[in-house]
């Protein structure tokens, strides 16, 4: 078996790598980076807006053959590991026949994602499904996925077997989640198998001393501060992320408000609602659907005509939610500040915010500050990880028990030697051959 880490190896974010033996190829996520070479943050809409042709002069897009371009042979298939953009935002520029394997979760998660947040769509033809358990044979690999928690629903991570050798790919993951029955049903699925390779995501390998709370523990957090506030609470998150979701419904339900989703996080609520006990927000009393100007603006041009009816008897206005403003705790994003609000948060607005603490210094949020001021609010971080602590890697390291540790996503992979003697550090491109 043959592993190329092309991207992944040195940095967090923009994962891709190939895993081939003499007869089939297969590609796991196909990222766009986060960081460009001086571990600046890329301009995630730049790089969205650029031509296959400029990301592969300026080495963005990693050269694979056949992944990219119309040479032959082409991988068998790209396995996505979750929705998000640093595994998935090159798809658009994959050869149109390659299939792409993805769980119901992540297809859904990138549907909203394109419908609502400018993320690359999952072509429905090509769209292959994997279930959590059950093995797929893609050429000579047999794929088996299981779901993992992450800071976005839908994610898997991998067990290939070919060629008598068997890798695990972790994706994203973590431990302190609300659904810990995950990584344990993980674990006992790899404790009969001998792991030749763990690829294992580290980006916290670097911060031993740091662990956050759980997301459960969060969600008391976010009740209290919903009960403490003394006017609108708007709440900040990723509606992708549905642990958070879930923390922000259950507390607001508990503090006796009601929900505002924008449309957004109505869809996804709405897409997920079947296979999950998230309330539907077109019938539900206490949920209500808030329509920011710019969806009443896009929303036929992005073929939401159905969701917009589906929704409209769940609507709530802002003039509604300004009359009575402490009945509510509501999902906002910085230019609704401008467009919806007019520039004026109601009198004592606390924002709920519960994203990586990074976006903060950004102007859009600065703004937001200013605004919250003004009006004598206040801001209060509300957050917890997406990505595995420090302890719970060594933890699920041991649990796994490869015979080979190879770091990725991660800025720091050597400190994996600080408790493991088994790590084998790769470079991006590198052939490693086993
Ligand atoms: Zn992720």
Same mark, same amino acid.
């Given at each position: 078996m043959h592993v190329t880490i092309h991207r992944g190896t040195h940095e967090i974010g923009g994962n891709c790598i190939e895993i081939a033996t003499d007869h089939s190829r297969i590609i796991l996520d196909i990222g766009m980076p986060l960081f460009n070479k001086n571990r600046e943050p890329h301009d995630s809409g730049t790089l969205r807006r650029q031509s296959t042709e400029q990301l592969r002069q300026s080495g963005v897009l990693p050269h694979v053959p056949g992944l990219f371009d119309d040479s032959n042979p082409r991988p068998d298939a790209i396995l996505l590991s979750h929705a998000h953009e640093d595994h998935t935002g090159l798809l658009g520029h994959s050869h149109p026949d390659i299939p792409i394997y993805a769980s119901v979760g992540t297809s859904k998660m990138m549907l909203a994602g394109a419908k609502f947040a400018g993320q690359p769509a999952l072509p429905r033809e090509r769209q292959r499904e994997l279930t959590s358990g059950q093995p797929a044979q893609i050429?000579?690999?047999?794929?088996?996925?299981?779901?993992?928690?992450?800071?976005?629903? /839908? %994610?898997?991570?991998?067990?290939?077997?070919?060629?008598?050798?068997?890798? $695990?790919?972790?994706?994203?993951?973590?431990?302190? %989640? =609300?659904?810990? /029955?995950?990584?344990?049903?993980?674990?006992?699925?790899?404790?009969?198998?001998?792991?030749?390779?763990?690829?294992?995501?580290?980006?916290?390998?670097?911060?031993?001393?740091?662990? %956050?709370?759980?997301?459960?523990?969060? #969600?008391?957090? @976010?009740?209290?501060?919903?009960?403490?506030?003394?006017?609108?609470? $708007?709440?900040?998150?990723?509606?992708?992320?549905?642990? =958070?979701?879930?923390?922000?419904?259950?507390?607001?339900?508990?503090?006796? =408000?009601?929900?505002?989703?924008?449309?957004?996080?109505?869809?996804?609520?709405?897409? @997920?609602?079947?296979?999950?006990?998230?309330?539907?927000?077109?019938?539900?009393?206490?949920?209500?659907?808030?329509?920011?100007k710019y969806f009443e603006e896009s929303y036929r041009r992005k073929q939401l005509e159905n969701h917009f009816v589906l929704m409209s008897p769940a609507r709530i206005g802002i003039k509604e939610i300004r009359s009575n403003p402490s009945r509510y705790v509501m999902l906002f994003r910085p230019s609704m500040l401008d467009s919806d609000f007019g520039g004026?948060?109601?009198?004592?607005?606390?924002?709920?915010?519960?994203?990586?603490?990074?976006?903060?210094?950004?102007?859009?949020?600065?703004?937001?500050?200013?605004?919250?001021?003004?009006?004598?609010?206040?801001?209060? #971080?509300?957050?917890?990880?997406?990505?595995?602590?420090?302890?719970? @890697?060594?933890? $699920?390291? /041991?649990?796994?028990?490869?015979?080979?540790?190879?770091? @990725?996503?991660?800025?720091?992979?050597?400190?994996?030697?600080?408790?493991?003697?088994?790590?084998?550090? $790769?470079?991006?491109?590198?052939?490693?051959?086993?």
């Amino acid at each position: 078996m043959h592993v190329t880490i092309h991207r992944g190896t040195h940095e967090i974010g923009g994962n891709c790598i190939e895993i081939a033996t003499d007869h089939s190829r297969i590609i796991l996520d196909i990222g766009m980076p986060l960081f460009n070479k001086n571990r600046e943050p890329h301009d995630s809409g730049t790089l969205r807006r650029q031509s296959t042709e400029q990301l592969r002069q300026s080495g963005v897009l990693p050269h694979v053959p056949g992944l990219f371009d119309d040479s032959n042979p082409r991988p068998d298939a790209i396995l996505l590991s979750h929705a998000h953009e640093d595994h998935t935002g090159l798809l658009g520029h994959s050869h149109p026949d390659i299939p792409i394997y993805a769980s119901v979760g992540t297809s859904k998660m990138m549907l909203a994602g394109a419908k609502f947040a400018g993320q690359p769509a999952l072509p429905r033809e090509r769209q292959r499904e994997l279930t959590s358990g059950q093995p797929a044979q893609i050429g000579e690999f047999t794929i088996t996925p299981y779901s993992v928690d992450h800071s976005i629903y /839908g %994610g898997q991570a991998f067990l290939i077997e070919a060629a008598g050798k068997t890798v $695990l790919y972790s994706g994203d993951l973590r431990l302190h %989640g =609300r659904k810990p /029955g995950m990584h344990r049903a993980l674990v006992d699925a790899m404790k009969p198998r001998n792991i030749d390779i763990l690829l294992m995501e580290g980006t916290h390998i670097g911060h031993p001393n740091h662990r %956050g709370p759980n997301e459960y523990d969060l #969600e008391d957090q @976010i009740a209290e501060s919903i009960q403490s506030a003394p006017g609108l609470v $708007l709440a900040s998150f990723s509606p992708q992320h549905v642990d =958070r979701l879930v923390g922000f419904l259950r507390a607001t339900k508990k503090t006796g =408000r009601m929900f505002v989703a924008d449309a957004y996080t109505a869809f996804v609520m709405h897409l @997920i609602a079947s296979e999950t006990r998230i309330p539907r927000p077109e019938s539900t009393e206490w949920v209500k659907v808030f329509f920011p100007k710019y969806f009443e603006e896009s929303y036929r041009r992005k073929q939401l005509e159905n969701h917009f009816v589906l929704m409209s008897p769940a609507r709530i206005g802002i003039k509604e939610i300004r009359s009575n403003p402490s009945r509510y705790v509501m999902l906002f994003r910085p230019s609704m500040l401008d467009s919806d609000f007019g520039g004026r948060l109601p009198d004592g607005s606390r924002c709920l915010y519960s994203r990586w603490s990074g976006y903060l210094d950004r102007p859009d949020w600065q703004v937001v500050k200013d605004a919250l001021a003004k009006v004598n609010g206040d801001l209060i #971080e509300a957050h917890t990880s997406g990505h595995i602590f420090y302890d719970d @890697i060594i933890d $699920l390291v /041991g649990r796994v028990n490869a015979k080979m540790v190879v770091p @990725i996503h991660t800025f720091e992979p050597e400190k994996f030697k600080q408790f493991s003697s088994k790590v084998k550090l $790769l470079a991006d491109r590198e052939l490693w051959t086993f």
